[in-house]
């Protein structure tokens, strides 16, 4: 499953169009965050997928998790959202 970090400055319209992409091609991504403004931009990129997604008849769901990652030797908790058609 491919897996997309997303951070507060990245542009939610192409996330949005990765998450899509890779939806359409794949079945589910994962999106990676750190970081209340990275998840801002990630749930916004969510909503415009399921814009582009829902002319195909499908919902888009997220389920989201923590995860513990290194960044520059230092342990954070990231929030990892899978999202998937239904």
Excluded: W
């Amino acid at each position: 499953m491919k897996l997309l970090k997303v951070s507060s400055h990245s542009k939610p319209n192409s996330v949005a169009g990765a998450i899509a992409g890779i939806i359409r091609s794949e079945g589910r991504v994962q999106v990676q965050t750190i970081g209340a403004g990275a998840l801002n931009q990630t749930i916004k990129s969510i909503a415009i997928a399921r814009g582009y997604i829902a002319p195909t008849g499908q919902e888009l769901i997220c389920i989201p998790f923590f995860k513990d990652i290194e960044v520059n030797g230092e342990t954070k908790t990231a929030i990892v959202l899978t999202v998937e058609p239904r």
